[in-house]
């Protein structure tokens, strides 16, 4: 498919995006303010000797009542008040949770304009039933994509991993909702695991959301690269070229390589990344963030999976020039219980303090029920020596997060968000055992 056949099929998808808004506007939405909020999980639960981090399905209801993210989801959804004029969009790898759901049926019976896009291994579950069971009258107003490829033939493992929910009013003076997140719409992902939700308001012709709509537009063609309806497997090549088409037609702050990163931070305090990525910049992106942090600086999060050899040289190096580095993660990357492998031996050949210096501790969590500290965001204070920036979304530190998937990450430089990331750090860290603490498998 030539550049010119793409750049017309990114246009032709990308309805109702800003193209035609005047130089003028578009400025004063450059210069308006994001207001950001954060949300996170408060699992809390209590079991004969475990930890009060380890909880059952059991805990669910109480967890996610202490947590509160399945009602300001709701009330989010709840802000489209027009079902001639709004639309909703939920882009996520997994959705199963029942009261969020038992939202948007109501939207979409009303006649609301529903559009979702989830990874290819939920095509039968709840995502389908919100399409056979809660359309309005048309009986075409809430849709579902599917993207992802897990076979052995050639062997792909590529998710649709993206974790954001956008909702438009329809009415112009008001913001776009626009909200992402490290964990699922899922029953666990809002109560019983380790997770956190960041809350954003943008104006419409902002660089953030013409960028996130560019992405729907790609994730579109991405699964019907030759129009009509969805083909089964989905094409990542496709998804890039339309989105770097669109991202260029919108003249949004993205540029080809690591430098608008810059540019999109001064003009709203949040840069938007996204996979698949085959140029390799988002790893240049934070690894170039995480090398600005000088002497006397702190680094400090949390990851579940870590398999990115680059980013954690990047932290090792950032430790050995006097910056103080602390992460949490998952003790099923030392129990052995961990869903992905090889993250034992990648922790012990480039993660351990014993190789990279980082104080790395861990937070017990019940495998077995499938409850896990599922946070992914990295805390950098003294970047260029003064500056405070949070990496933080959908994807691992791992090559497919950073390469291949489906994902959404974002650099922001933002007081009132870096303050809530820095509380949610000190909430997990007295949590954590050290590697000691833990029975090796």
């Known amino acids: 498919m030539n550049g010119a056949v793409l750049a017309l099929a990114a246009l032709v998808a990308f309805a109702g995006c800003t193209a035609g808004s005047d130089d003028e506007s578009a400025d004063e939405a450059l210069t308006a303010e994001v207001q950001f909020d954060l949300m996170h999980t408060k699992p809390v639960c209590h079991h004969d000797s475990n930890p009060d981090t380890f909880c059952t399905k059991d805990d669910q209801l109480a967890a996610a009542q202490a947590a509160g993210m399945e009602a300001r989801a709701n009330a989010i959804l709840d802000k489209a008040t027009d079902p001639a004029k709004a639309k909703i969009v939920i882009a996520y790898f997994s959705f199963s949770n029942a009261a969020v759901y038992a939202k948007l049926c109501e939207k979409g019976k009303a006649g ?7 990874d290819q291994s939920y095509r039968n579950q709840l995502p389908a039933q919100l399409v056979q069971s809660c359309q309005g009258k048309s009986g075409k107003n809430v849709r579902a994509h599917y993207l992802g ?7 792909v493992w590529r998710l649709h991993h993206n974790k954001f929910l956008m909702v438009d009013t329809g009415v112009a003076a008001q913001p776009i909702y626009l909200n992402f997140s490290s964990g699922n719409l899922s029953s666990f992902g809002m109560s019983l695991h380790f997770d956190h939700w960041v809350l954003m308001q943008a104006p419409r012709a902002s660089n953030l959301v013409k960028q996130h709509q560019c992405v729907l537009a790609a994730l579109r063609k991405a ?4 129009g009509g309806a969805d083909e089964m497997i989905d094409d990542p090549a496709v998804y890039r070229a339309t989105l770097e088409t669109c991202l260029k037609a919108e003249k949004t702050l993205w540029r080809p390589g690591t430098d608008w990163v810059e540019a999109a931070i001064k003009a709203e305090k949040i840069a938007p990344i996204f996979s698949p990525d085959p140029s390799g910049a988002n790893a240049e992106i934070l690894i170039g963030q995480i090398n600005r942090v000088k002497k006397g600086g702190k680094i400090y999060g949390a990851m579940q999976h870590f398999l990115h050899y680059g980013i954690a040289q990047a932290l090792a190096d950032a430790v050995h020039r006097g910056v103080s580095v602390k992460l949490v993660m998952d003790a099923g990357v030392i129990t052995g219980t961990s869903e992905v492998q090889g993250v034992k031996d990648f922790y012990d050949s480039y993660l351990a303090q014993s190789v990279s210096g980082m104080q790395i501790q861990f937070i017990l969590t019940n495998a077995a029920e499938f409850q896990m500290m599922h946070n992914k965001f990295l805390v950098l204070e003294g970047v260029d020596g003064t500056k405070t920036r949070v990496f933080s979304g959908a994807g691992h530190f791992t090559d497919a ?8 990450f974002y650099i922001t430089q933002s007081d009132v968000l870096s303050a809530k990331y820095r509380g949610l750090f000190e909430y997990l860290w007295p949590r954590t055992k050290r590697e000691g603490e833990l029975a090796h498998k």
């Not at 699964?223 to 030759?226: A, F």
């Not at 997060?401 to 959404?408: C, I, L, T």
Request: proline letters at 8%; glycine letters at 8%.
């Open 149 to 155: 490829q897990l076979s052995d033939t050639p062997y």
């Open 223 to 226: 699964i019907s690269p030759h």
């Open 112 to 118: 609301f304009d529903i559009e979702g896009f989830f």
């Open 401 to 408: 997060g950073m390469h291949d998937n489906y994902e959404n």
